[in-house]
């Protein structure tokens, strides 16, 4: 697709994948299941961002590496959306995910294979093309996990290529966000279990997650930790500020794409104002409006909208970093 000269949000996904998902009646071991018909989204966490802030009314470009068939439907897939994007080709075939829902158990069985490895040459491209794009960018939204073939360190590289022209949003875990922190970042959305191994905690209550959070702040440079827990709602600190959200009350249709949905609607809000009681009101009601999507649908501009107007927002006193 062509580039466009004005580019306000890049997304990265540097391990991307063709979700596909379907449903049976009963999940049943060694037995053939008859399957319902398969839908096919494209997937990885920056495309997924970038699909859902193009839903709520804002353009991103989403940068990813694509191979083989597989890659190319992706690609389809992500133009269909009318997401702006710069493909980076490469040697292997990118993977597919499947995602099995079962109709008598109402469970859902999420199959996640390994991605497709880089060259150096392959992953250096990426950030060649996010360090071009930075100077016009708002934000740079780095999201997933990393590849074969990609060193640790690789989000840590985003940020130094991104040389302080973008805001850098990082949504991983593990070894991958240690780098991106190390870098200094203005953001990111751990889920409670990623947040837990973070901070080195196991603890859950409130008190014990604000103070993981004032050593996470005295040890890096970030200015924002978006804390999303499902059910539970969120946590959004500053260095000044600590923010809690209430949980919708949502029967899940499904479960994929809730994270994803949370940042792309954080997002637009973040791009339109910095109110981040806002902000965060958005993340909750994009995560839980993707809870009523089938299969990997992510949430909908609509429902974001609507459920927004539900979500209580409180400042916690007594809190500073």
């Known amino acids: 697709m062509a580039e466009t000269p004005q580019l306000d949000i890049v997304t ?10 379907t449903s049976v009646t009963k999940m049943v071991p060694f ?17 997924n961002v970038a699909r859902v802030l193009k839903r709520l009314g804002f353009e991103a470009t989403a940068v990813y590496p694509a191979g083989g068939a597989t890659g190319q439907t992706l690609a389809a897939l992500v133009e269909r959306e009318a997401v702006r994007s710069i493909v980076i080709p490469t040697s292997k075939d990118t ?10 158990s109402k469970e859902q069985f999420r199959l996640v294979f390994p991605g497709a490895p880089l060259s150096e040459f392959e992953w250096q491209q990426c950030l060649d093309t996010i360090e071009r794009l930075s100077a016009q960018a708002a934000f740079v939204i780095a999201s997933g996990s990393l590849p074969p073939g990609v060193p640790d360190d690789f989000y840590g590289r985003v940020v130094r290529a991104s040389k302080g022209a973008a805001k850098v949003i990082a949504d991983t875990s593990g070894a991958a966000l240690k780098a991106a922190l190390e870098a200094g970042v203005y953001l990111i959305k751990p889920n409670l ?3 837990q191994e973070l901070a080195g905690i196991s603890c859950a209550n409130e008190q ?5 959070g004032r050593r996470l702040f005295s040890r890096y440079r970030i200015d924002i930790i978006a804390l999303s827990m499902g059910p539970s709602g969120a946590l959004l600190l500053t260095r000044d500020i600590a923010l809690r959200a209430s949980g919708l009350a949502i029967e899940p249709v499904s479960v994929s794409g809730a994270g994803d949905s949370f940042l792309g609607a954080m997002v637009s809000r973040l791009a339109h104002s910095d109110k981040l009681d806002d902000a965060l009101r ?3 009601a994009g995560g839980s409006a993707a809870l009523l999507s089938p299969g990997t649908g992510l949430c909908f501009g609509a429902d974001v909208h609507r459920l927004a107007s539900r979500v209580n927002v409180a400042a916690i006193t007594g809190y500073h970093a």
């Open 193 to 195: 279990r990623e947040f």
């Open 12 to 21: 990265l996904t540097i391990n991307p994948a063709l979700d596909v998902s």
């Open 282 to 284: 958005y993340g909750v």
């Open 31 to 47: 037995t053939k299941m008859r399957c319902a018909e398969p839908q096919r989204d494209p997937g990885g966490g920056g495309i």
């Open 208 to 212: 014990s997650l604000l103070e993981a």
């Open 95 to 104: 993977r597919q995910d499947i995602t099995v829902f079962d109709e008598t």
